[in-house]
């Protein structure tokens, strides 16, 4: 997923005020190490109830930032996560808190014995351009939750959204809990190298090793949310407009700008040419026109828009066939498109695309499909389509992926009862309700022992009978 690491761009605050952020919030950890249930649901309430006053500016900067995002894109993929997150987290918070209690062997008893769940201290949080506002508020729910101080890092490509964020979390949180920073990427590295408790990145691959190396200068533990190229596998039965409504809405939300969105599809050799049909379809049932169409999500920026420009004229100088969805671009509204007859000489199948074109990659069965994508870095997501519940089985065992929709694509990611997160080059590690309430926590051992100390009969000096008899009973 690209995405930029920067850092007080708008203040032009010097780096020395980036240490003086994280030692605030470093000491008033120290000073609350143990946030109660009710202190941090307080958080949440307050979190949730300025995104519900907020959305509309919170939309309108998203807008500004992508020069046009749908206004319903940013309602069903950013504020309706991240409220439905809060909530889940609100009610589930006192339990997940309470200690659990484990067995203890009986050749160590009388004893007890629980795991704790204490807050690992000052987390910091990197977050992406693509989804600004749920890629800020899901962890920092999950790390809100586990007791924790937060600072956010907000992508210099999203000014607008970056310095609203700023003032709106300024208003309900003190900046020793909770802070944003902004601006450029040398200091978005500076942030990486800070002695955090726990370091989430979300972003590119390429991005994600650096920030790796920078971590482990403080063996800082990290959650890596990246990306890379996910697959959706169109069955030889399934009806054709079923996957290519699921995969077109996938694929043209936010303009294809999304980590698991679908990068290439799959499908029967004898299958393609009803395949592009039923595609274009849907597309244009989505968006019948592309100019002046508020419900079509813009390119981020020039820049990215060239990126994408150049990956279509490589593919298509290397022998790739183009089926545009839409006669021409509208600005940085990109006409959404197709690729036949792509090859792995083609940067479009080597990099994340991240953008409004879809390679169709032919193949005759699954072993055969499940072969080219498992030859492949695991990818982040993969889509299945297909009602047979025999070959649903086979896609779950037979290949490796952060996450799995059969019949669907991206609302897996929306589940606020299921982990998130990569596998190999797509990520490490993973959050999202209860799993982010562990990450961000560290579950502590406790062995619970009162004045009887059985343990007296294995002390020095060894040979006693007692000891050989205890040899007998529980070393076998």
């Known amino acids: 997923m690209p995405a930029d690491i920067a850092y007080l761009q708008n203040s032009q605050q010097p780096l ?24 941090r649901q307080q958080w949440l309430k307050a979190l949730r109830d300025l995104l519900s006053d907020e959305r509309q500016a919170l939309i309108d900067a ?26 889940y987290a609100s009610k589930h918070l006192k339990g997940w808190m309470k ?91 500076a942030f990486s190298k800070l002695p955090f408790d726990h370091l989430l990145f979300t972003g590119a691959t390429s991005i994600g090793k650096q920030v790796m190396r920078a971590a482990a200068e403080n063996l800082t533990p990290v959650t890596l949310e990246l990306g890379g190229k996910s697959p959706a596998i169109v069955s030889h039965d399934v009806p054709l407009k079923d996957a290519a409504e699921r995969i077109a809405f996938g694929k043209t939300l936010n303009a294809g700008q999304t980590c698991v969105a679908p990068d290439y599809v799959l499908v029967p050799e004898e299958r393609i040419g009803a395949f592009v049909e039923a595609y274009r379809q849907a597309v244009r049932g989505f968006y019948p026109t592309l100019a002046d169409n508020p419900d079509y999500t813009a390119i981020i920026n020039e820049r990215q828009l060239a990126r994408l420009h150049s990956y279509l004229s490589d593919a298509t100088s290397k022998g790739a066939l183009l089926i545009p969805m839409f006669e021409q671009d509208q600005g940085r509204r990109m006409s959404h498109s197709l690729l036949l007859n792509v090859s792995d000489e083609m940067i479009v199948m080597q990099d994340e695309i991240f953008g ?121």
């Open 99 to 189: 200690a659990s209690p484990r067995k203890v062997g009986m050749a160590f008893q009388p004893a007890a014995a629980k795991v704790v769940y204490q807050p690992l201290g000052v987390v910091g949080v990197i977050v992406p351009w693509n989804y600004p506002l749920y890629l800020a508020i899901g962890p920092l729910v999950g790390a809100l939750s586990a007791g924790n101080r937060v600072m956010l890092k907000l992508s210099e490509s999203t000014p607008a959204t970056g310095q609203l964020l700023k003032t709106l979390l300024a208003k309900v949180f003190p900046e020793d809990l909770v802070c944003v920073v902004l601006g450029e990427a040398e200091v978005g590295m």
């Open 356 to 476: 409004p074109v879809l390679p169709i990659v032919p193949y005759k069965n699954l072993d055969q499909a499940f072969a080219y994508i498992n030859q492949r870095p695991r990818p982040l997501a993969l889509y299945f389509f297909g009602y047979n519940k025999a070959e649903q089985n086979r896609v779950l065992n037979e290949t490796h992926s952060g996450g799995v929709c059969l019949n669907d694509t991206l609302l897996h990611v929306a589940q606020d009862d299921m982990p998130f997160g990569g596998i190999g080059a797509s990520g490490m590690g993973h959050y999202h309700g209860h799993e982010g309430f562990l990450t961000f926590s560290k579950a502590k051992g406790v062995l619970i022992k009162q004045r009887f100390n059985a343990a007296k009969l294995i002390y020095p000096p060894y040979g006693k009978s007692i000891q050989k008899l205890i040899q007998k009973l529980f070393i076998r």
């Open 62 to 87: 998203i807008s500004q930032d992508f020069s046009n995002r749908s206004a319903d894109e940013t309602l069903l993929a950013e504020l309706m996560p991240s409220l439905h997150g809060i909530q």
């Open 16 to 39: 020395s005020e980036l240490h003086d952020l994280f030692a605030a919030q470093r000491q008033a950890y120290a000073a609350h190490p143990m946030p109660p249930a009710a202190q």
